[in-house]
């Protein structure tokens, strides 16, 4: 029970803080160069994207893998 708790707290937090890291670098680099805002924006998209399918595919693991 404990396992998975932590476990589901694992997946639930690593999204969250790559998220987080990426947002707070896209604001400093916005903030050094505002000209390339299009680019930023674009990649900032993408990272949100791709940690968030992360997530998604871990928490459907991990509920896969606590049913069976």
């Not at 997946?11 to 805002?37: D, F, K």
């Amino acid at each position: 029970e404990t396992t998975n708790l932590l476990a589901l707290l694992g997946i639930t937090l690593g999204p969250s803080i790559v998220i987080a890291t990426i947002g707070r670098n896209a604001m400093l680099a916005l903030g050094r160069n505002p000209s390339a805002a299009p680019k930023i924006q674009m990649s900032m998209i993408l990272g949100f994207l791709f940690a968030e399918v992360i997530a998604v595919i871990a928490l459907l693991v991990f509920f896969q893998v606590l049913t069976d």
